[in-house]
T-cell receptor, first 111, second 115 residues
Framework: EDQVTQSPEALRLQEGESSSLNCSYT??????LFWYRQDPGKGPEFLFTLYSAGEEKEKERLKATLTKKESFLHITAPKPEDSATYLCAVQAVEYGNKLVFGAGTILRVKS | GAGVSQTPSNKVTEKGKYVELRCDPI?????LYWYRQSLGQGPEFLIY????????DSGLPNDRFFAVRPEGSVSTLKIQRTERGDSAVYLCASSLVGLSTGELFFGEGSRLTVL
């Protein structure tokens, strides 16, 4: 059973068309929820960490939010350079010192 | 170097052969992680080092996989008797003191292909 589920698997947007990516989790003792960006052939690059429900963080066109069951990554007025795979990961009491990743959402932004 | 360095970037081997993958973490980072990523999937945890010791090796799939970090810096992931199912990108990540700082720094990975 997947502990971290991301949706949609893939998303195509026109430049400027805002949208949201979802990450739902079923762990009990959440310690942190992480968002990473991964470009083809590269390792994941850290974006945000969220620790408690209601928390929000922003970076340029990206805003991450957290509830008790899921997190959203909102992309406002995306540009082609925002195209990448966005990975969500959780750290939980039951996992110790490791992150458990979702499968990711592949985002393509067309100009 | 400024980031996590992994070598080789690409490795093609034959089924049954032995493979070593190397990770050079960011200087001063005490925590080091190995992950494995298959096509279309997120990274899958393999092993975590805090200093020289393996603090959590629960993700190693079987006893063909082994990793060391003898001096608390460079780490080597060793795979014996490789199988086609071992083909994946092996990612290394480091952090200052583990996940308490909230960020892992990943290398670009070593792509392993087992023929």
């Amino acid at each position: 059973e997947d502990q971290v589920t991301q949706s949609p698997e893939a998303l195509r947007l026109q430049e400027g068309e805002s949208s949201s990516l979802n990450c739902s989790y079923t762990v009990s003792g959440l310690r942190g929820l992480f968002w990473y960006r991964q470009d083809p052939g590269k390792g994941p690059e850290f974006l945000f960490t969220l620790y408690s429900a209601g928390e929000e963080k922003e970076k340029e066109r990206l805003k991450a939010t957290l509830t008790k069951k899921e997190s959203f990554l909102h992309i406002t007025a995306p540009k082609p350079e925002d195209s990448a795979t966005y990975l969500c990961a959780v750290q939980a009491v039951e996992y110790g010192n490791k992150l458990v990743f979702g499968a990711g959402t592949i985002l393509r932004v067309k100009s | 170097g400024a980031g996590v360095s992994q070598t080789p970037s690409n490795k093609v081997t034959e089924k049954g052969k032995y493979v070593e993958l190397r990770c050079d973490p960011i200087s001063g980072h005490t925590a080091l992680y190995w992950y494995r990523q298959s096509l279309g999937q997120g990274p899958e945890f393999l092993i975590y080092f805090q200093g020289t010791g393996a603090a959590d090796d629960s993700g190693l799939p079987n006893d063909r996989f082994f990793a060391v970090r003898p001096e608390g810096s460079v780490s080597t992931l060793k795979i014996q008797r490789t199988e086609r199912g071992d083909s994946a990108v092996y990612l290394c990540a480091s952090s200052l003191v583990g996940l308490s700082t909230g960020e892992l720094f990943f290398g670009e990975g070593s792509r392993l292909t087992v023929l």
